[in-house]
């Protein structure tokens, strides 16, 4: 995997990434040309360890809506899980209540 999708797939920035080897958290393969590569598993395992912690960002999920109707044919929570998806989906820790 290139540099940059390894960024994409752990959401952080090609800095922290380069801070991570520097730092000896994980060492990526050369190319021929001198060029990074990233193994899966190693960024997997970036992803179950503290190092990706500071990196979380969190956010708070707001949902509305306008009637007690709209509320009642389901809106709310449908708008509710949606927030919820994307969050998970994009790295996001949802703070609680």
Known sequence: MTQKEACEYLNVSRTTILRWEDEGVFSPIRTAGKHRRYKIEDLDRMLNKKYTHHTLKNCLIY?????????????????????????????YHISKK
Do not use: H
């Open 63 to 91: 949902a509305r809506v306008s009637t007690k109707k709209q509320q009642e044919s389901g809106n709310l929570d449908r708008q509710i899980n949606r927030l919820m998806e994307y969050a998970v989906l994009n790295k």
